[in-house]
């Protein structure tokens, strides 16, 4: 199979060709402009390059039902010029192959669940912490949706105590992803995470959030493994402080083996920052199959 992926990112677009197996032949980023301005350059590209099939992994919010009007659409997104765009469909009139699409997260779950580390756990979340924070959620072997799609990356978290940050969220006081996503530490330290990894102070915190949102995960999915991604886990002296929050937030209330070996249960990505165009193609692949 000749499969298209593309991860459609609020900042870049990336295209890549690869195969059922996740081998990826050839890779390409755009800036993300407007959609007049990205659509052809991203269609003509996957269309020169001859794909069977494209799978998408959008951010959000997007539709992801596929019974909804709304499917493949993006909505409310703070990114106005594509609130409303047709997206999946701009690519389905113009390749005229099947087109899978899910967010961003989903897929990037769905590429270690079928590629990576925790390949044939049924029951995974993914979180990426960047500049936003997402996750994507397997249950049952099932990319999870529902009414929309999990939006974990705004779960309301308490305070830490002593930090006077503000929260780097319009819509909530004192939510994950406005007070631990890189831009509000960027706004708390006054630099970026890269410039910030010798200070203890700024990881205590930052993995205490990290923490309440684990403990949360472990309590409403059950999730076999949570694995941590996204720019801000670069700082990689963060995960041995939030598996060790997570046990202490959890109290000892939930007893599993999983939990019981926490380094092997809240972990790194394992694809060498491939998850999500491994996971855009075997979206493809069962797009593809879906319609054969």
Known sequence: MRIGALEAGGTKMVCAVGDETGAIFERESFPTLTPDETLPVLT????????????????????????SATFGDILETPKVAWRGCHLRQAFVDALGVPVGYDTDVNVACLGEATFGDSKGLGDLVYVTIGTGVGAGVILGGRLLHGMLHPEAGHMLVTRVAGDNGPCHCPSHACCLEGMAAGPSLQERWGKPAVELADKPEVWEIEADYLAQMCANLVLVYSPRRIILGGGVMHQEQLYPLVRKKTVDYLGGYITAPELADIDSYIVAPSLNDNQGAMGALELGRRALLAEA
């Not at 099939?53 to 951010?59: E, K, P, R, S, V």
Request: hydrophobic letters at 45%; glycine letters at 24%; zero cysteines.
């Open 44 to 67: 003509g590209w996957f269309a020169e390059r001859g794909v069977e099939a494209l799978g998408i992994g959008a951010f959000g919010p997007t539709g992801v039902d596929p019974a």
